[in-house]
């Protein structure tokens, strides 16, 4: 039997030749002769902040290798394949399908220019109520990883527990929950959609909050908090992609992705604060703030819609079956096999291998790990330099978090103001706008000396003798060196690796959340024995270290992207997309001669 070959053609050029006129969207016809075919992009770009496209990659159908292609505009891509057997698996074994059975053809929908359901053509508030939606479900997560920290000398005293290192599990057990949920999470949300994994954790989560409040004893709210930061964690992995597909233009999307980023640091800052109050009353009542709060924004989550393009065009797929009686009509993602192996060999070992393979993922894990894990160190080491030398109570020991969250939303304002010094040199044709070093990495430039000053003057200003005002503003300079390390570094990540950027991106968040489980566990015994001064000073001088690797980057990130696998591979990649596009070019204006052809000798 012959093999099937793709067309692409124009949808006005097919329809004026009388095949086709379908309201729901790009639907196209093959016939049979090669075996290659185009499908658009359904793999892992969920935390890619730089890439505004909906790009294809290749991957395997039915056994058939698929190459990349370009399906932007007024085009569409069909591929036809012998799949008698998966045909009547999915529909029975019907009569006519069997007569048919060998030489049958797939049509495979595509959003038409202009297509109000694809999400890059919805209004703007649709596309701002995305925006806030994940928003609201980040901060709900990240206010709840540190809310036992001003009420955990109450939790401790209701279950009789003494020893201080279990004292730091409800925090830690937490971002173990970071580590593990986004290995599922994104792969998940890239099968059933978005909404489905934005909205079903975030239901479970607010369970478990519930059952936090009401734990009967000590190893029930551990396993509890293990639960909530499981599913806590399904922002962290959807929202880049959640953001990706609405937002087309990349500018927009990148600043998107730095409001995003910003909100992550409003829920510790305030957990803080709100727990150390309430608690006065009852530990129990930190988790029932912590669940009024998650169920109103719950009421507001349930009306998100569907982002993900490969879902919504599958509902549009099984819609026209239903409605056409036609059995060959397709979304791509359902063509697509995803099974366990591609999650072991993908999901789980390629951002393994960037860790252990790529200098630029392996520093950048590194640092940000550091940054990390210092920052929920800090919900153990301000409680002794607030509550033990200036013997503040835990709520307002936990207002001392506050200027965090102004440094946060300073960097916020400083990374907006570089992100449009970048685009207008863009505009400028300005050559090192067109150098990826140069585009985020003086951020982190900047806020690497920040951050370690912050922790200098925190240490050395915590004394009984100098005003709690002093070590307190020390705050705000860490609060902008941890957002502008973040912003810059994972962003350098997104124009380094491109469509692997999602891998690397994963590498981060599992390294940095196991370093910030494990790291607090030794707050205490490190602030006792070195005391706060040398304690503070030990991390500033790590961090010092750490501090150098931006501009390493700078001098060497050229010649470091020149020797890795993985950008030599998004280089060839890119090269073969741009030969594809040229001979599609050349094929579309063969097409546009046939058609004249055809119309001029209707029209004699």
């Not at 989560?205 to 908090?225: H, S, V, Y």
């Not at 530990?283 to 109103?296: E, K, P, Q, S």
Request: net charge neutral; charged share 15%.
């Amino acid at each position: 039997m012959s093999q099937p070959e793709l067309q692409i053609c124009n949808l006005n050029q097919y329809n004026s030749l009388g095949k086709m006129n379908n309201p729901y969207g790009h639907v196209g016809e093959s016939v049979n002769k090669e075996g290659n075919s185009a499908l658009p992009k359904t793999g892992n770009e969920a935390t890619n902040l730089a890439e505004a496209e909906w790009r294809p990659e290749e991957s395997t159908i039915d056994g058939s290798h698929v190459s990349n292609q370009d399906l932007k505009g007024d085009s569409f891509a069909t591929q036809a394949v012998d799949d008698s057997a998966g045909v009547q698996q999915r529909f029975g074994k019907d009569n006519r399908l069997r007569d048919e059975s060998e030489d049958i053809k797939k049509t495979i929908l595509e959003f038409k220019r202009g297509d109000l359901e694809n999400p890059y053509n919805w209004p703007a508030w649709k596309k701002l109520f995305v925006l806030l939606c994940g928003i609201l479900s980040v901060i709900n997560s990240t206010l709840g990883s540190s809310s036992p920290s001003g009420a955990i000398s109450y939790i401790a005293r209701d279950f009789h527990v003494t020893n201080e290192q279990q004292l730091v599990l409800p925090i830690s057990l937490f971002l173990v929950g970071y580590v593990l949920g986004p290995l599922f999470f994104g792969p998940l949300s890239e099968t059933y959609g978005r909404r489905i994994l934005m909205v079903a954790p975030f239901v479970i989560f607010t369970l478990f909050t519930m059952g936090c409040a009401l734990a009967p004893n000590w190893p029930a709210l551990l396993i509890f908090r293990l639960i909530c930061g499981i599913m806590a964690s399904s922002p962290i992995a959807v929202v880049g992609g959640l953001y990706a597909d609405v937002f087309g233009d990349p500018v927009v999307r990148g600043r998107a992705m730095a409001v995003f980023m910003a909100a992550t640091t409003c829920g510790p800052m305030l957990s803080p604060s709100i727990s150390g109050f309430v608690s006065v009353v009852s530990w129990r009542w930190t988790f029932y703030v912590d669940l009024i709060i998650a169920g109103v924004c719950l009421a507001v989550l349930f009306f998100l819609p569907e982002t993900y393009g490969p879902t919504i065009l599958k509902k549009r797929a099984k819609r026209m079956r239903k409605q056409n009686g036609s059995h060959n009509i397709f979304a791509a993602i359902e063509l697509e096999k995803k099974g366990a192996r591609q999650m072991i060999t993908v999901t789980l070992m390629r951002p393994l291998h960037m860790i252990a393979f790529e200098s630029i993922v392996f520093f950048t894990c590194l640092y940000c790990s550091l940054a990390y894990s210092i920052f929920y160190l800090f919900f153990e080491s301000y409680p002794i330099i607030f509550e033990g030398i200036y013997q503040m109570n835990t709520g307002v020991a936990g207002l001392a978090f506050l200027p965090i969250l102004v440094g946060a939303i300073l960097a916020l304002g400083i990374f907006l103001y570089w992100d449009g010094v970048l685009q207008r040199a863009k505009k400028a044709n300005a050559p090192w706008a067109n150098v990826e070093e140069y585009r985020r990495l003086p951020l982190a430039c900047l806020g690497g000396p920040a951050y370690v000053i912050s922790l200098f003057w925190l240490g050395w200003t915590a004394c009984p003798n100098i005003h709690w005002i002093v070590p307190m503003l020390a705050g705000v300079p860490f609060g902008i060196g941890f957002m502008l390390i973040f912003m810059a570094l994972l962003n350098y990540i997104t124009d380094a690796y491109e469509i692997f950027a999602a891998s690397g991106m994963a590498a981060t968040s599992i390294s940095r959340s196991i370093f910030g489980a494990l790291l607090p566990l030794a707050a205490i015994p490190m602030y006792r024995t070195l005391g706060v001064h040398w304690a503070s000073t030990l991390l500033a001088f790590l961090s010092l270290a750490m501090s150098i690797i931006p501009f390493a980057f700078i001098k060497y990130g050229d010649r470091i992207r020149a020797n890795s696998r993985f950008c030599q591979e998004l280089k060839a990649r890119k090269e073969r997309k741009e030969r594809l596009a040229t001979e599609s070019a050349e094929r579309k204006g063969h097409l546009d001669d046939e058609l004249a052809k055809e119309l001029k000798v209707r029209g004699e």
